[in-house]
């Protein structure tokens, strides 16, 4: 191919590959319908098959490909260069990149690409060739590393599984992007790839590959340091924030909503893996944590974290210790903060019950396991 209609055709497929969680606003397809009408009534020719067959697999394998889609999903996106989001969002992709490759070693071949681009709107979403775009919207509505993570390592699994490209195939006729290839480098060309950019939600995941991305991002977060709790903990932010701020910011109805997971499901799917992997002694729901099946604290809300968000944290930490340890023999306290061995628990704020009695309360729930041998 051509320097310059590999530049037209990777335009084209910025628009029409990235698969994105289904949070974020998107342009509905509506107002291009009928432009579009024409071409998708057309019928694919095998030549129109293997060309679009092949634009794929360059910009999802090849590495030059891959680059040159990167490339130009920055230019139509645009950069946000502030350098601390930059150094976060580094921090962030570096750990959970070591973290996969504990899962899929095979990130190895394809490290992923990534930048912030300037929409204030909450989104991330994962192109083929692992070129990844994450929104400045994204920071201002979560304030916690653990949380991004989720939605990263969300991303992270759909590019790993690669959800885009079947995503790809099965939602955007064939005789689109060959029309985009075909009128690359003309004005036609241009025009396709706006026309396409419309139908970026279109390009969505079925509900299995959805569950199957969450799943394996809780895979990935266990195998981090950040807190597994984060998972259901940022469903449950999501669900305060799109009903105290309307869904403006927030994608939900848009592409096929009762085909896909709402947030409560997503939640409490997190919650019930939580629970799993400590064992089942660990359980939040409500904005309480139980251990052992009695509850053991309510914590106060803190900052932007509500309740119920926060207990999912401490849920998190509980469950981290007793994943590692099934039968803990006590908690204490070590500079205000409680603890189980090695992990920290619950620093308590105001509003939470005294440290002193968060620990008195832990330590009665441990050692009725060793009298009763509950759960
Ligand atoms: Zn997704």
């Known amino acids: 191919m051509m320097k310059s209609l590999k530049k037209h055709i990777a335009r084209a ?46 910009y999802n394998n090849d590495e030059q490909g891959r680059q040159e889609l990167f490339e130009a999903m920055k230019e139509q996106q ?34 992923y690409n990534y930048f912030v681009n300037a929409d204030t709107t909450f989104n991330a979403a994962c192109s083929l060739g692992h070129n990844m775009t994450v929104n400045t919207g994204l920071f201002d509505l979560i304030d916690n590393d653990s949380e991004i993570a989720v939605v990263l390592g969300h991303e992270m699994a759909h590019g790993q599984k690669d959800h885009v490209i079947k995503g790809f195939e099965k939602s955007i006729p064939t ?20 026309v396409i950019a419309n139908y970026t939600s279109a390009v969505n995941i079925t509900k299995p590959q959805e569950w199957e991305a969450d799943n394996i991002a809780f895979d990935y977060i266990c195998a981090s340091d950040y807190n597994i709790g984060a998972c259901a903990a940022i469903w449950q932010r999501v669900i305060e924030k799109k009903g105290a ?29 939580l629970s799993e992997y400590s064992h089942g002694h660990v359980t939040a729901a409500n ?23 926060r207990a999912y944290f401490v849920a998190g930490n509980l469950a981290r210790a007793f994943h590692n340890n099934e039968a803990p023999d006590e908690a204490y306290l070590y500079n205000g903060t409680l603890y189980i061995d090695n992990q920290a628990i619950i620093t308590p704020v105001e509003g939470d019950e005294s440290a002193s009695s968060l620990c008195d309360e832990l330590n009665a729930l441990l050692s009725l396991r060793r009298t009763e041998n509950v759960a």
């Open 78 to 111: 645009g950069v946000n260069d502030d350098p601390e989001l930059n150094a976060r969002l580094a921090s962030l992709m570096e750990s959970l990149s070591t973290s996969v490759a504990a899962v899929d070693p095979s990130i190895n071949d394809k490290p």
């Open 175 to 194: 005789t689109i992007i060959a029309g985009a290839i075909a009128g690359s480098g003309s004005t036609a060309g241009a025009a396709a790839a706006n």
């Open 245 to 273: 701020s309307g869904s403006k910011n927030f994608v939900g109805e848009i592409f096929s909503p009762s085909d896909h997971p709402t947030h409560e499901e997503r939640r409490d799917n997190y919650a019930r893996k």
């Open 13 to 58: 497929l910025v628009a029409l590959m990235a698969v994105s969680i289904p949070m974020a606003a998107m342009p509905a397809p509506k107002a291009e319908a009928s432009l579009l009408g024409s071409v998708i009534s057309a019928v694919a020719t095998g030549i129109q098959v293997n060309q679009v067959k092949s634009a794929m697999e360059y």
């Open 287 to 309: 904005g309480t944590v139980k251990v052992y099946g009695h509850d053991f604290v309510t914590p106060a809300a803190y900052g932007s974290m509500s309740s119920n968000e």
